[in-house]
């Protein structure tokens, strides 16, 4: 009898997923496990790792006293759908960092966070339109797939849909501004203060920093109009700086998400903000025509929220982000070393917790539009090649952990220089 070969799990997954994917990566390597700053495929190839769940593993992967934490809590159970003391005990931990933080509702995803917080501010103003910057990214609902990455953008004030079955009304209820353009938006602010509900901005969009006086800007003219500041912290969030990209960056929003750091690599998410915005969860305070339900089966999920208080309780420690910032600005100047010794042309864009490569002839990138002169041909390339050197990475940043060490600084410079050396053969 003919034997037959068993299917492989990129074939298995070609066949159940679509695009054979989750939908995250676009490279089909297959992640066995991970621990500390590196990870390995199911066909042992050893990397280290840059990508970090897309972030979530800021003290890096299998940290032990996350995973103890969080094998004692599946000891006393996996959820409850009330009340339970880790989720408390991290809100409190938030509202104590966080400058804007008074009170804290969870929730699972970055998505769902983003998409409550612009909820929130249109119950709390009253008035039905957001005003988002081109490129930022807020989530995957309706409302922040309006200009994520438009590859015409548009020179007025007018969302565009970026997804196919968005209702076309979505697009009136958003509009955009180019972000680090204050004063294109106090224009736009200024137009539409009778109709804006609340303003949502990446305190660092994507890889962006924020300019000299931006976020100030949009914080005076927000506050003259009582108009809430959103600030999405779901990057940023424990990563910038314990309290965040408003610490960080010194300015104070009315509401903030956050997500990935606090989860500790599960699935948490959070909206928080000034008690009398975040009231309008609370039907009492608020009435029936003011209240905002929400509701989440895994909402303030205690595995999770027990990750996130053994991972901020690490992060809180003296020397943490020290620790980060000296291990990303050593990969910072490794790489543009490394570019600029092999000839390439490229500006490294970010804060050393993320950044990147952008393969440009421009003198600097300061918004969306800057991004699109980006050789994305070449990125790939140069991606494709520090993976094949040992390097893992998303196609858009490097994100630095705090298990990251000065063996995976070295073996990662060495990946650099080979892999520019690939894109010029």
Same mark, same amino acid.
């Given at each position: ?51 970090? @769940?897309?972030?979530?593993?800021? /003290? ?38 966080? %400058? ?9 995803? @970055? ?7 612009? !909820? ?5 103003? =009253? ?19 309006? *200009? ?10 007018? &969302?565009?849909?970026?997804?196919? =079955?968005? %209702?076309? *009304? ?22 539409? !203060? ?24 949009? !914080? ?30 010194? /300015? ?20 928080? @903000? ?25 909402? =303030? ?6 990750? @996130? ?16 910032? &000296?291990? =990303? ?44 002169? /980006?050789?994305? +041909? ?12 040992? +390097? ?34």
């Amino acid at each position: 009898m003919p034997t037959t070969t068993a299917p492989s799990l990129a074939e298995i997954a070609d066949r159940v997923l679509p695009a054979g994917s989750f939908g995250n990566m676009s490279d089909k390597t297959i992640i066995r496990e991970g621990r500390a700053g590196r990870v390995w495929d199911t066909e042992g190839r050893e990397y280290v790792d840059y990508l970090l @769940g897309s972030g979530p593993m800021l /003290v890096g992967h299998a940290h032990p006293e996350v995973n103890a934490a969080v094998i004692e809590q599946v000891g006393r159970g996996s959820t409850f759908f009330a009340n339970n003391e880790p989720g408390i005990r991290l809100a409190a931990e938030i509202v104590d960092a966080v %400058p804007c933080a008074e009170q804290v509702r969870f929730a699972s995803t @970055g998505t769902e966070a983003d998409a409550y917080a612009m !909820r929130l501010a249109r119950a709390f103003r =009253g008035r039905p339109k957001i005003l988002k910057f081109e490129g930022g990214y807020h989530g995957m609902s309706d409302y922040g797939l309006m *200009s994520l990455w438009p590859s015409r953008p548009g020179n007025s004030e007018h &969302a565009m849909a970026d997804s196919a =079955g968005i %209702p076309e *009304s979505v697009q009136a209820e958003m509009l955009v501004a180019p972000f680090n353009d204050l004063a294109a938006a106090e224009q736009i602010i200024h137009a539409h !203060r009778d109709e804006l509900g609340g303003v949502i901005v990446e305190p660092m969009q994507r890889l962006i920093p924020p300019s000299p006086g931006f976020l100030q800007g949009l !914080r005076a003219i927000t506050a003259e109009y009582g108009i809430p500041l959103i600030f999405d912290e779901v990057v940023t969030g424990f990563r910038l700086s314990y309290g965040g990209g408003q610490t960080y960056y010194g /300015v104070t929003p009315d509401i903030c998400t956050l997500g990935k750091v606090i989860g500790g690599g599960y699935p948490l998410s959070a909206i928080a @903000g000034r008690a009398d915005i975040m009231a309008h969860f609370d039907q009492a305070k608020v009435g029936a025509a003011g209240f905002m339900p929400q509701i989440g089966t895994l909402s =303030g999920n205690p595995i999770a929220s027990a990750a @996130g208080l053994a991972t901020l309780a690490i992060l809180k420690r003296e020397g943490a982000y020290e620790r980060i910032f &000296a291990t =990303g600005r050593a990969l910072m100047s490794g790489l543009e070393r490394s570019l600029k010794a092999s000839g390439l042309t490229a500006l490294i864009v970010g804060e050393p917790v993320m950044f990147d490569a952008m393969f440009t002839n421009r003198d600097k990138v300061t918004d969306y539009r800057g991004t699109l002169d /980006v050789d994305k +041909v070449r990125s790939r390339r140069f991606n494709a090649g520090l993976r094949e050197h040992g +390097v893992f990475k998303s196609e858009s940043k490097f994100y630095v952990s705090h298990a990251h060490d000065a063996v995976d600084v070295e073996q990662s410079i060495a990946a650099f220089e080979a892999a520019a050396a690939m894109i010029l053969d």
